[in-house]
């Protein structure tokens, strides 16, 4: 089964077999995460990177009356940062949103992985610049783009990077996020998701039903969301800009 971090790594720096079995080799026991789990906590010894190897998990802080901000999402072959092991401890807890396995690369074994391929050096960076960017978008959306911009750009950006990973049908990808979910990174509450995605649905631009969505119109979505997928920085996605 070709590996979801080959895959994902490759879509910034094209990977030799050496490279995929050296990937291989550095990845320690996988294991199953149940969903509405969290995979490791704020204040936590990073001693790992954590990589999702199936499923979807997400970012987040949470206040200690339950108040929580998903900061962002994780998708099959994400890393949870590869440079983590060098903090002490973890700035924020990651959790399963669904079942998720898991694989580890220890810190030691990172080490190794990059100084011995150039390759895997210079895609695990561009991994890590791809990442902040796509957080640098996210702040924009939350400051500067409205409630229904916001969800549509998070629509193109999830189908963007699912496509690129090769998990999307067409126009129609996983959304197993809740409405409670979709708040949480939208900074809204789920009642605005709900008139959010009936205003989205009234406008003929997607059908979400059954955990997954479909975009009717992509090029209308993108411009409605002012969505420019160049900030993913991954040359095996189709750049869909905003006119």
């Known amino acids: 089964m070709p590996s979801p971090l080959a ?24 294991r199953m995460v149940a969903p509405r789990t969290d995979i490791i906590h704020e204040g936590d010894d990073p001693r790992a990177i954590n990589v999702i190897l199936d499923g979807w998990a997400c ?34 807890t990651i959790g399963a949103i669904t079942p998720v396995l898991l694989g580890q ?7 190794d992985l990059t100084a011995r391929s150039p390759r895997l050096d210079l895609a695990f ?9 796509i957080q640098r978008e996210w702040t924009v959306s939350l400051g500067s ?17 699912l496509t690129a990973i090769g998990l999307a049908d067409g126009n129609t990808c996983a959304m197993p996020m809740t409405q409670n979910d979709l708040g949480d990174a939208m900074g809204q509450t789920s009642v605005h998701i709900n008139r959010t995605l009936q205003e ?11 955990r997954r969505l479909t975009i009717h119109d992509p090029a209308a979505l993108a411009r409605l969301a002012h969505f420019d997928a160049a900030y993913l920085h991954r ?3 189709d750049r869909i800009v905003a006119c």
């Open 200 to 210: 989205l649905r009234g406008l003929g631009l997607i059908t979400l039903r059954s």
């Open 59 to 92: 970012r987040y802080r949470q206040f200690a009356n339950g108040r929580r901000q998903i900061v962002s999402l994780l998708l099959p072959g994400d890393p949870c940062d590869p440079h983590v092991f060098l903090l002490d401890e973890m700035d924020h």
């Open 125 to 133: 960076h561009r991994e890590s610049l791809a990442t902040a960017a």
């Open 105 to 111: 690369i220890s810190g030691s074994a990172m080490r």
């Open 235 to 237: 040359t095996e996605v």
């Open 7 to 30: 895959h994902k790594l490759n879509c910034y720096v094209r990977l030799s077999e050496d490279d995929r079995m050296c990937l291989a080799d550095a990845m320690g026991p996988s």
């Open 145 to 161: 783009r409205t409630g229904i911009e916001r969800l549509a750009h998070l629509f193109c950006e999830l189908h963007a990077r």
